[in-house]
Every structure is written in C-alpha cells, then in structure tokens.
Nanobody
Framework: EVQLVESGGGLVQAGGSLRLSCAAS????????IGWFRQAPGKEREGVLW????????FYSDSVKGRFTASSDNAKNTVYLQMNSLKPEDTAVYYC????????????????????WGQGTQVTVSS
C-alpha cells in the first residue's frame, strides 16, 4: 500500500518558519518526483514546488520562490519543505504528492501529473 504522510503543520506568526515533512512508503521513492501543493479556503489547489526524480532538482512557483526550499532524504524516503518568511496568504492545507512522469508533458505543477497524494497538513499563518 502506498502512503504519503505529511507532518509539521501548525500555527505560526507572520515572518516565522515551519518545516513540513512528507514520508513515503510503498513506492520506490527514488523513482518518483515529489510535489508540494496547497489549498487555501475557497481556492483551488495550487502547486508550490516539485522535486524531480533525476537529479532531485527543485522547481518553485513564483509565490514561494526565495522563501521556501525543499530537500530530499532518499535514505528516509522523506521530502522536507522548509518555509521561511511566512505570510498570512500562505495559510492553507499543504499536500505532498508523488508521480513517475512529472514534468514530462506538463509543468510539474498540475495535479493530474501525480499518482499518489497525502492527506494534507494545515498551516496557519497569523498576522
């Protein structure tokens, strides 16, 4: 059974930091690209960043570039999302997702590129 489990969400003040984790099981982790998405109340889910399954390069959306970074620990089958300089507009449920063919035909920020999804973790940034 494939599982992606996010953790690390919580409440933080604007300007603060949080680190989310996405632990994967049931897949050959190194073969999969990992994406982070978020969905704010009343809004569609949007791609935040994704890590490819070749060189583990990371691609960022403009909304988080320079503030968020991602890293991957293949030994632990875990991807981390370090979020700095958080803003109230970063408030959302954050999801990680895994896919085999991410970025091959689309940008890497499309939901339909991903095969597996986690349950999400809430991040709330207070002003």
């Amino acid at each position: 059974e494939v599982q992606l489990v996010e953790s690390g969400g919580g409440l933080v003040q604007a300007g603060g930091s949080l680190r989310l984790s996405c632990a994967a099981s049931g897949i050959a982790f190194e073969d999969y690209a990992i994406g982070w998405f978020r969905q704010a109340p009343g809004k569609e889910r949007e791609g935040v960043l994704w890590i490819d399954n070749y060189e583990r390069d990371t691609f960022y959306s403009d909304s988080v570039k320079g503030r968020f970074t991602a890293s991957s620990d293949n030994a632990k089958n875990t991807v981390y999302l370090q979020m700095n300089s958080l803003k109230p507009e970063d408030t959302a449920v954050y999801y990680c997702a895994a896919g085999l063919a991410v970025g091959s035909y689309y940008s890497g920020f499309e939901e339909n590129e991903y095969d597996y999804w986690g349950q999400g973790t809430q991040v709330t940034v207070s002003s």
